[in-house]
């Protein structure tokens, strides 16, 4: 798949899981979707989330921002997309990690860099993979 290009309706999961609003200011040059899943770099700054060497992600995206800007990021459980190439099932991945394969699809693998997005719930019959993603330390 391919990083968001415009706002998406992620569905939560209410839960028990922690939700913690944080806010962080987006890097020069990167925008973020409503809807994404966020990371930081090593500065401290928020990208989408992205197999890119030194990010953590840290929840997802509550509102559009530009570089520049305050994006509010939730952490807690996220319905994502399934990766086709390393497809999440419900028998052998519950309750392990998944790793990043861009802004919006977690999957079993990681990718060069090893981005983990959090730990997937649960796989529903439509295919969406629900996450805990930014309450759990994954490095």
Known sequence: MSALSENRNTRELA???????RVFTVKSANTIYAGSIAAVD????AVAASDA???L?????QHYADAGEQ???KSG???????SA???????NMNNLVYIEDDHTVGTSAGSNSIKAGVMRYLDSEGTVWAEIGNIRTT
């Open 42 to 45: 090593a500065d401290g700054y």
């Open 57 to 61: 992600v840290v929840g997802v995206a």
């Open 86 to 92: 390393h497809a999440c099932t419900n028998g052998s």
């Open 77 to 83: 459980v996220f319905g994502m997309d399934n990766s």
């Open 53 to 55: 060497s030194g990010l």
């Open 71 to 73: 994006i509010t990021v």
């Open 15 to 21: 839960c028990n899981a922690l939700n913690m609003h």
